[in-house]
């Protein structure tokens, strides 16, 4: 195969341009499957949105494509190793949805796509079913004109995402050495806001627990007990009192040891952003602090602190009226973010230790778990592939995209790093704003069309580069 | 009339003791009424009792007897006013009884009475039926001796006291003429201990409300928001945990202000007592606390400090597993224990004062009283009926009674100190561990025998003290 200079994807541009009624028809018809993951009532969707990806695939060109089952909803697996000596870049996307609930709250229903101002209304359009058809279709694109890929390209497309994806470790970890790449490029992510291109380059890790304080065996009467029994609010309010300082910052010792400094990048981001903290305050319906935190203090600290949440709390009577009684336990749920460097076992442990010693005498404290908890993401400011991707997206959307940080948590870059020892870049179409966890869910079909222009690019520069043709 | 001397009253002692049987019969009728306040379901029951009071105070020789409403469950009002020159009493008491559930856990049926080991085992046997059944049946004893009694006699006699008594307040306001007396005998109130006499002087006061703090105005994701939106959940804890100090004692200011002094006697019970911590911690199923408290720390703040105890705590998810939410809101539901001198009204105001100052900036505050509260009740030491109702109660006992507080709130001391002037004595002869808000409720008949002897010496006591007809 001969191989076109940097830069010229004419034939597959036109190729893409061409057939874009057809292309919006086809993701139509999968975001007509309601792969809903998380309820059972749903299976005969995630099925139907399997077969739906292998099938595209095979017609793509892959020459290696298998359902993979995974212990939960199956993965799609694709190889397509046919370019010695060029890199190999690892795909990631998902095909299984949200719920779709409330159902009234929809303008068209949710599995019956609909486009209105250049947007297709759907569930899963914009999460992930949009950025995911767009590199199969760029992979068919470069089949379709130049008989192959520039470079090698592999496919992992999971159904559990929505669902926490519980399966995405063990599974990429048996299947390491068929998933091997140089790079992962993941379709799932959405930038951050509309009008603004940018490339995330660090999610917070989680760590997720319970606390519960025991007192007495059952329920006593304040009236009679008051005074003399413990009360186990009163304790878990104390030891969850000391758990932050007067900046609602964790002070937790030993909780943010060896947390490494973020890319510099963000940091100028966020100076650059024109992010109001009055307007993000009056967004959530919140009342306005005094004093007002500036934008860099709560972008600073929604990005790149660390948190230690209450999710909820809960102990005695909570209904209406009054009851005099003195609870037996009283529990909060807490789960913590993490930031690059925080390794949750630690964090965990430095959690335990200031608990314990916090806790008042008389009391019974149990701390418990859910699961090991996932590090933080945090993507090397000098990783080329960052660099590509970035001009990309400046030459396809006119502008230098900022580089962000996420809040929230996305464990596939930890997974990925962990078990392939690859670095992880985002590259998807979506944006935050397209109410991918709501009713009236929708994908902008000029950030599909960009998408399509930006990954045949992609392709195209990757291939260029150094890194030669790991696991392939 | 002519008066016997004081002390003789052996033709009432041997009329009351010749109808033993009798009265254990009649006890056993009324117990057999389901006269349960707080469940509509037993609608007929209330009404069967109230007329079966207002029908035995009438056999008894009450010669004014009326059936009152009340806006709830009505009250029986009766009066004896015939012995002009003699102090004037008011009996107070309560038909309504505690709902049986669990029912499966009786042995004999809560509503057909069974005597076991000289126990009559039955539904309100000890609250209040049988200690109310006893002053009747010595105003018969006397009527039938001797041709009418030797002071003047009020009864009172509520269906809503299992229910919190809503309506006590207000009904006695409005007959306060008609039940004004020199004192105020109740019927209800049980002994502390069944081996050891003793007489209530004091009780503490309630003050109920909720507090909740309003976050965002919906909730939103940890993820996304941890770190920028405002926790109420932290914002609860952190001003619930600023309430008490380190030994769990209130640290509000404002809140102690204006307390009184306990009666010197309490102490010395509780100094003379054998009440045992380790025991007490033991008998709830609560860890001991190092160090352990001793019996004198213990049972003073039991009975004689103020407390703001936790009723329940609430906000943000408490189901299964974990949810990455940010609550938008939490509650607590709080009661205060009240002592002698503090007043509810200002300790709402000291309390709503701490918790405005306390609350971190950015935050909701709300704070949900649930009536007025109710002061303490506390007995004056040198009231002469309490040293009359000591000296009987270790003449028929055999031992002089202790001094005793209790934690619980008694409303209708402060109800009847109000709105009559008058004081409060507590003469019943059941003890607190007759399960009497469990299922197995018993009565002692040796406590019934000995409380007809008691009350009919009590009735020929105060006849002989100075005071002179109040309302009569």
Same mark, same amino acid.
């Given at each position: 195969?001969?191989?076109?200079?940097?830069? +010229?994807?004419?034939?597959?541009?036109?190729?893409?341009?061409?057939?874009?009624?057809?292309?919006?028809?086809?993701?139509?018809?999968?975001?007509?499957?309601?792969?809903?993951?998380?309820?059972?009532?749903?299976?005969?969707?995630?099925?139907?949105?399997?077969?739906?990806? &292998?099938?595209?695939?095979?017609?793509?060109?892959?020459?290696?494509?298998?359902?993979?089952?995974?212990?939960?909803?199956?993965?799609?697996?694709?190889?397509?190793?046919?370019?010695?000596?060029?890199?190999?870049?690892?795909?990631?996307?998902?095909?299984?949805?949200?719920?779709?609930?409330?159902?009234?709250?929809?303008?068209?229903?949710?599995?019956?796509?609909?486009?209105?101002?250049? *947007?297709?209304?759907?569930?899963?359009?914009?999460?992930?079913?949009?950025?995911?058809?767009?590199?199969?279709?760029?992979?068919?694109?470069?089949?379709?004109?130049?008989?192959?890929?520039?470079?090698?390209?592999?496919?992992?497309?999971?159904?559990?995402?929505?669902?926490?994806?519980?399966?995405?470790?063990?599974?990429?970890? *048996?299947?390491?050495?068929?998933?091997?790449?140089?790079?992962?490029?993941?379709?799932?992510?959405?930038?951050?806001?509309?009008?603004?291109?940018?490339?995330?380059? &660090?999610?917070?890790?989680?760590?997720?627990?319970?606390?519960?304080?025991?007192?007495?065996?059952?329920?006593?009467?304040?009236? %009679?007990?008051?005074?003399?029994?413990?009360?186990?609010?009163?304790?878990?309010?104390?030891?969850?009192?000391?758990?932050?300082?007067?900046?609602? %910052?964790?002070?937790?010792?030993?909780?943010?040891?060896?947390?490494?400094?973020?890319?510099?990048?963000?940091?100028?981001?966020?100076?650059?952003?024109?992010?109001?903290?009055?307007?993000?305050?009056?967004?959530?319906?919140?009342?306005?602090?005094?004093?007002?935190?500036?934008?860099?203090?709560?972008?600073? %600290?929604?990005?790149? +602190?660390?948190?230690?949440?209450?999710?909820?709390?809960?102990?005695?009577?909570?209904?209406?009226?009054?009851?005099?009684?003195?609870?037996?336990?009283?529990?909060?749920?807490?789960?913590?973010?993490?930031?690059?460097?925080?390794?949750?076992?630690?964090?965990?442990?430095?959690?335990?230790?200031?608990?314990?010693?916090?806790?008042?005498?008389?009391?019974?404290?149990?701390?418990?778990?859910?699961?090991?908890?996932?590090?933080?993401?945090?993507?090397?400011?000098?990783?080329?592939?960052?660099?590509?991707?970035?001009?990309?997206?400046?030459?396809?959307?006119?502008?230098?995209?900022?580089?962000?940080?996420?809040?929230?948590?996305?464990?596939?870059?930890?997974?990925?790093?962990?078990?392939?020892?690859?670095?992880?870049?985002?590259?998807?179409?979506?944006?935050?704003? +397209?109410?991918?966890?709501?009713?009236?869910?929708?994908?902008?079909?000029?950030?599909?069309?960009?998408?399509?222009?930006?990954?045949?690019?992609?392709?195209? %520069?990757?291939?260029?580069?150094?890194?030669?043709?790991?696991?392939?």
């Amino acid at each position: 195969m001969s191989r076109p200079a940097r830069g +010229e994807i004419g034939d597959v541009k036109a190729w893409l341009e061409s057939h874009a009624e057809a292309m919006v028809e086809e993701l139509k018809a999968f975001c007509r499957i309601e792969s809903v993951s998380t309820d059972p009532a749903y299976r005969a969707g995630i099925t139907a949105a399997a077969d739906f990806v &292998a099938d595209r695939l095979t017609r793509a060109g892959f020459p290696s494509v298998e359902i993979v089952p995974t212990g939960g909803h199956p993965a799609i697996v694709a190889e397509w190793c046919e370019t010695p000596g060029a890199p190999t870049i690892l795909v990631y996307g998902h095909y299984d949805v949200q719920p779709p609930d409330p159902l009234e709250k929809w303008k068209t229903p949710p599995f019956e796509p609909d486009i209105r101002d250049d *947007r297709l209304y759907a569930r899963g359009a914009s999460d992930d079913k949009g950025p995911l058809m767009v590199p199969i279709l760029v992979a068919e694109a470069f089949s379709r004109t130049r008989g192959g890929l520039p470079l090698n390209v592999k496919m992992f497309v999971e159904g559990e995402e929505e669902s926490g994806s519980p399966q995405l470790s063990p599974t990429v970890a *048996r299947l390491k050495d068929r998933l091997a790449a140089d790079l992962v490029v993941s379709a799932d992510g959405a930038m951050w806001r509309a009008d603004l291109p940018s490339v995330t380059v &660090a999610s917070r890790g989680l760590l997720a627990f319970d606390v519960t304080v025991g007192g007495a065996g059952k329920d006593l009467h304040s009236g %009679r007990h008051g005074g003399s029994a413990p009360n186990p609010v009163r304790a878990l309010v104390t030891v969850l009192a000391s758990l932050h300082d007067e900046t609602g %910052r964790v002070a937790v010792e030993g909780f943010a040891d060896n947390t490494t400094p973020p890319d510099p990048a963000i940091l100028d981001a966020i100076r650059a952003s024109d992010f109001d903290p009055a307007g993000y305050y009056r967004s959530i319906g919140a009342p306005l602090p005094d004093p007002l935190p500036s934008t860099e203090e709560l972008l600073t %600290r929604q990005w790149l +602190e660390p948190t230690l949440e209450f999710n909820g709390i809960s102990g005695g009577y909570s209904g209406a009226g009054m009851k005099t009684v003195i609870p037996s336990s009283a529990s909060a749920k807490i789960t913590c973010r993490l930031v690059a460097g925080q390794e949750p076992g630690a964090v965990r442990q430095a959690i335990e230790r200031h608990l314990t010693a916090a806790m008042p005498t008389g009391f019974e404290l149990t701390i418990a778990g859910h699961g090991p908890g996932s590090a933080a993401f945090a993507l090397d400011p000098d990783e080329p592939a960052l660099a590509i991707t970035e001009d990309i997206l400046e030459e396809v959307l006119g502008a230098r995209p900022l580089r962000v940080a996420m809040g929230a948590t996305i464990p596939i870059g930890a997974v990925f790093k962990q078990h392939l020892g690859a670095p992880l870049v985002f590259f998807s179409f979506s944006t935050a704003d +397209e109410d991918y966890h709501a009713p009236n869910e929708f994908f902008r079909l000029a950030s599909f069309r960009n998408g399509l222009i930006a990954w045949a690019r992609l392709f195209d %520069r990757l291939a260029e580069t150094g890194a030669g043709a790991r696991g392939c």
